[in-house]
T-cell receptor, first 109, second 115 residues
Framework: GQQVMQIPQYQHVQEGEDFTTYCNSS?????IQWYKQRPGGHPVFLIQ?????EVKKQKRLTFQFGEAKKNSSLHITATQTTDVGTYFC?????????FGTGTRLTVIP | ETGVTQSPTHLIKTRGQQVTLRCSSQ?????VSWYQQALGQGPQFIFQ???????GRGNFPPRFSGLQFPNYSSELNVNALELDDSALYLC??????????????FGSGTRLTVV
């Protein structure tokens, strides 16, 4: 069945360092979505990418959708303590959204 | 404030009991999806409701059932609770069925503990 894997599973960075998480799907996706879940919180929608090779930016966050529409990445420049949380990618499968395994980001002040 | 309201926020049940969780979708959203999130895991799709009908189901047994009401609010029912059902249950509403446009708006979840 469809699998969406993310690497790394965990990442510890010093505040100010950059961070990247990668998302890989076993199948081609019509779109990819990214969510952030703060510790003890719920997933919050960040962005949706639809086009092959698409790149979108939100302040310090850069999202990219691969040319084959099977992988994606999220890059955070100069991390801040407010970036702490787990970042999930998610892709559609039938009538549901299938979440990746997530990358838990810890930012050390 | 997410616009999606779930109740209760926390619940403790005994193995074998039944539980009902409730969700009010965001205004204007006609589709509700339910997810189970075990500690340290990603959300796992349970089922989706669109126009009061089940519109897709994940790999969960029949003792997980649901309803959607005319006002698009929804319930998740779990019968014969097992210890492994302990998890955060998330409700997500969206503008349309499936997952092709826009993002899901999640509620704060119900933390269920089965003892």
């Amino acid at each position: 069945g469809q699998q969406v894997m993310q690497i790394p599973q965990y990442q510890h960075v010093q505040e100010g360092e950059d961070f990247t998480t990668y998302c890989n799907s076993s199948t081609t996706l019509s779109n990819i979505q990214w969510y952030k879940q703060r510790p003890g919180g719920h997933p919050v929608f960040l962005i949706q990418l639809v086009k092959s090779g698409e790149v979108k930016k939100q302040k310090r966050l850069t999202f990219q959708f691969g040319e084959a529409k099977k992988n994606s990445s999220l890059h955070i420049t100069a991390t801040q303590t407010t970036d702490v949380g787990t970042y999930f990618c998610a892709g559609p499968r039938a009538n549901n959204l299938f979440f990746g395994t997530g990358t838990r980001l810890t930012v050390i002040p | 404030e997410t616009g999606v309201t779930q109740s209760p926020t926390h619940l403790i049940k005994t193995r074998g009991q039944q539980v009902t969780l409730r969700c009010s979708s965001q205004s204007g959203h006609n589709t509700v999806s339910w997810y189970q999130q075990a500690l340290g895991q990603g959300p796992q799709f349970i089922f989706q409701y669109y126009r009061e009908e089940e519109n897709g189901r994940g790999n969960f047994p029949p003792r997980f059932s649901g309803l959607q009401f005319p006002n698009y609010s929804s319930e998740l029912n779990v019968n014969a609770l097992e210890l492994d059902d302990s998890a955060l249950y998330l409700c997500a509403s969206s503008l349309e069925q499936g997952a092709s446009r826009g993002g899901y708006t999640f509620g704060s979840g119900t933390r269920l503990t089965v003892v």
